[in-house]
């Protein structure tokens, strides 16, 4: 079953419009912001950052002491991961689908 798009949402934050398609709570894909590839909420921190950081093995507490000054929490690092597990799992489904 495929799940139907999500829409364009539009908030006026700290004074400007901010337009962001929501993947998750925490987790967005704003279309001028890094090329429109998934970032936090907020902010110009890419998810792919991140989840390299968790792969070379820093712990998400280490995570947060050095990206203190971001709007990034335990929570959202947590929802990047999850949504970056159920993408793989899709995918794969997708996979034996086809073949």
């Not at 002491?65 to 997708?94: G, M, P, W």
Request: include cysteine.
């Amino acid at each position: 079953m495929r799940k139907a798009p999500k829409e364009l949402t539009r908030e006026l934050y700290g004074g400007e419009w901010y337009e962001y398609v929501p993947l998750g709570k925490h987790v967005v894909a704003a279309p001028g912001v890094c090329g429109g590839r998934p970032t936090f909420k907020y902010t110009r921190l890419e998810v792919s950052v991140i989840l390299d950081l968790l792969a070379a093995g820093w712990s998400a507490q280490k995570i947060l002491r050095n990206y203190s000054h971001s709007r990034i929490s335990a929570e959202a690092i947590k929802e990047a991961v999850q949504l970056t597990k159920q993408n793989l799992l899709d995918n794969v489904r997708k996979f034996k689908t086809a073949a």
